[in-house]
């Protein structure tokens, strides 16, 4: 499952529209199975600390 927006993109500051998904993560599905998938959008105060969102990943190898 998906947590988080789609985008990945925004300006520093919290509440303005976001932007486009512009950061990927990129796995073999022959050797990884995508189990969890996120862009995390913690902030403080009323800035973010980036413009790109961080994006998580739980994989699992394939045996």
Do not use: C, M
């Not at 300006?11 to 995508?34: A, H, K, N, S």
């Not at 969890?36 to 973010?48: E, F, M």
């Amino acid at each position: 499952p998906h947590y988080g927006p789609n985008s990945t993109w925004s300006t520093f500051f919290v509440g303005q529209e976001l932007g486009d998904r512009i950061d990927y993560i990129f796995v073999t599905p022959q050797y990884l199975r995508v189990l969890q998938h996120a862009v995390l959008t913690d902030s403080n105060a009323q800035h973010y600390p980036s413009d790109h969102f961080p994006v998580l990943a739980e994989l699992s190898i394939k045996t």
